[in-house]
């Protein structure tokens, strides 16, 4: 299988580091126009940038707050200003924001409901206005465009301390399945990923020391995962090789999802 998204222009969300920045980079490599979103961390994401231009690519970074409505308009209106179309969003933006319930403060809360759920409402929107907007582009794609929301394993495992990380992820299941019964029809593709312990600065602390070996307990594959493990599943949802794909979560966790806790026991 050959996978080529030449002419198509992506945009990946908090792709200043981790998931999305693995995200972008391969989504360039398969041929694609990127735009790198970034929150505050303009340097990396320029410097990403400048690496997949260096490599014959076509990429911009551009800073926008997802969870606030006129960045995101600005930043899909740039989008179409570098780019001229947009044909995949990759809604990957998330942070967590983590305490006990009982001291957790309503600004945490809001803060990861707003950039985890709210930013990608706000995001998948946009798209699906600017794929509207533009259309069938029968030369570049089968489908009038597609939509990856960055979910997580905590979409579907509860997770004590983390509350709002987990509310929230469950929120993009059911905004992401509703989204997709909903423009399925118009043959835009709606699909989430759902990762696991994947190696990013987002679990540093529990893969710091001793943490890894206990967080291994929860993966029965046996390792944590790798961005590229991500990435690759990335450009194959965003490409027609994967065009009766919609509405589905793939979750890329090791296994982690197995809840491999009750092999040998319950
Ligand atoms: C979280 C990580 C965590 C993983 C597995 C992800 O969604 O962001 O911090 O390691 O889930 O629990």
Not at 99 to 111: E, G, I, K, P, Y
Not at 166 to 175: E, I, N, P, R, Y
Request: charged share 20%.
């Amino acid at each position: 299988m050959h996978i080529s998204l030449k002419r198509q222009v992506a945009l990946v969300t908090g792709a200043s580091s981790g998931l999305g920045a693995s995200a972008a980079r391969a989504l360039a490599q398969a041929g694609a126009a990127v735009v790198i979103n970034f929150h505050s961390k303009a340097e990396p994401a320029e410097a990403l940038a400048d690496e997949i231009r260096a490599a014959g690519g076509q990429a911009v970074a551009i800073g926008a707050d997802v969870s606030k409505e006129e960045d995101v308009e600005r930043l899909f209106a740039q989008t179409l200003e570098a780019f001229g179309a947009l044909d995949i969003l990759v809604a990957n933006s998330g942070l967590q924001k983590d305490a006990a319930l009982v001291d957790m403060s309503l600004d945490d809360w809001n803060t990861v409901i707003n950039v985890n759920l709210t930013g990608q409402f706000l995001c998948a929107r946009a798209a699906l206005r600017q794929f509207i907007a533009q259309g069938m582009r029968p030369d570049v794609s089968r489908a009038m465009g597609k939509i990856i929301h960055m979910s997580s394993v905590h979409q579907l495992i509860p997770w004590a301390g983390h509350a709002n990380y987990a509310a929230s992820k469950g929120g993009v299941d059911l905004l992401m399945r509703s989204i997709a019964q909903e423009v399925g029809v118009q043959k835009i593709r709606v699909n989430s990923i759902a990762p696991g312990a994947i190696r990013t600065p987002i679990n540093e602390d529990a893969r710091a020391g001793d943490a890894e070996k206990k967080l291994l307990e929860l993966i029965p594959y046996g390792r944590v995962g790798e961005p590229e493990d991500v990435a690759n599943a990335v450009v194959w949802l965003a490409s027609d090789a994967s065009d009766y794909v919609h509405g589905s979560t793939l979750f890329i966790d090791g296994g982690m999802s197995l809840y491999p806790e009750f092999r040998g026991n319950g």
